[in-house]
C-alpha cells in the first residue's frame, strides 16, 4: 500500500505576551516582522501604532486570518489625546530643555510606549519591538521559571549600530546606563536592543512614583 505520513503537529497557541510596535506606516518589511514574530514567538496580540490606521485594511488582507484578527491598530494620536506631540514640544521649549528638536519625535514614542503598557487589559509581559526587526528563530520564555527576566544586550558583531565606528560604546550611552543601574556599564556590550521585555505592573509603579515626586517637588522628581 501507499505510506501515510503523519498530520503536521496543530500550531503551538499564543503566549500569553503581547508586542507593541511602533512604525509610521505598513511596509512589507512590517508584513514580514508580523508574520515572522507569528512563527517564533506567538504574542498573545499585536498593538500597532501608525500614523493612521486607515491603510491598514488592505495591508492586514495579506496576512493568515489567525494573526490577522490578533492585530490591533491604534493612531499615534490616540494613545495620548490630552498630550499630543505639539504639546511636548511646547511644554519642552518653555522648560528650556537640552532635548534638540530633531529628537522629539523619539521621545514622544517613548511616552507613547509607556502609556501603551500602562494601559488597562494588558497581560503581565509585553515585548517592545521595532517594526524593522524579523526574529529568526524561535524565542525562549520571556521570563524564566524563577521569575526572572533575561538582561538583554548586543555586541560590535551582532549590533554593530549601537557602537562607535573605531569601537566602544558612546559616552552618552555610558552616562545615562551608569545613573539608570547605578554602575558603570561594560564598554563591549550595548543594553540597547530591537526589543525588550516591559512588565506593565512595574511600569505603573515606576509612573505613579514619577508622579508623585513631581506632585511634591521631590529631589530626583520628573524634569523637563
Given amino acids: 500500500g501507499v505510506p501515510t505520513c503523519p498530520a503536521p503537529p496543530p500550531p503551538a497557541p499564543p503566549r500569553e505576551v503581547d508586542v507593541v510596535l511602533l512604525i509610521q506606516r505598513p511596509t512589507c518589511v512590517l ?12 504574542p498573545r496580540y499585536v498593538h500597532m501604532v501608525l ?13 493568515p ?13 490616540a494613545v495620548l489625546p490630552a498630550f499630543p506631540p505639539t504639546a ?8 528650556r530643555s537640552a532635548i534638540p528638536a530633531a529628537r522629539h519625535s ?11 503598557a500602562s494601559a488597562a487589559g494588558m497581560p503581565r509581559l509585553v515585548y517592545m519591538w521595532d517594526g524593522d526587526t524579523l526574529p529568526l528563530r524561535d524565542f525562549p520564555e520571556p521570563e524564566g521559571a524563577d521569575g526572572r527576566v533575561p538582561l538583554l ?8 549600530a549601537y557602537f562607535l565606528k573605531g569601537g566602544g560604546v558612546p559616552p552618552g550611552y555610558v552616562a545615562s546606563t551608569a545613573a539608570l543601574l547605578g554602575t558603570p556599564p561594560p564598554t563591549n556590550v550595548s543594553y540597547v536592543t530591537q526589543w525588550q521585555i516591559w512588565a506593565p505592573a512595574h511600569v505603573r509603579g515606576m509612573l505613579a512614583e514619577f508622579a508623585a515626586r513631581a506632585a511634591g517637588g521631590a529631589a530626583g522628581g520628573v524634569a523637563g
Avoid at 32 to 40: E, F, G, K
Fill in 153 to 160: 544586550w548586543g555586541g560590535e558583531l551582532d549590533s554593530a
Fill in 65 to 77: 486570518a489567525a494573526l490577522r484578527r490578533r492585530v490591533r491598530c491604534v493612531a499615534l494620536s
Fill in 106 to 116: 523619539w521621545y514622544y514614542q517613548q511616552l507613547v510606549k509607556l502609556a501603551l
Fill in 31 to 42: 508584513r514580514a516582522a508580523l508574520t515572522s514574530l507569528d512563527v517564533h514567538v506567538r
Fill in 88 to 95: 511636548m514640544a511646547k511644554h519642552l521649549r518653555a522648560t
Fill in 51 to 63: 500614523d493612521a490606521c486607515s491603510a491598514l485594511p488592505p495591508f492586514l488582507d495579506a496576512l
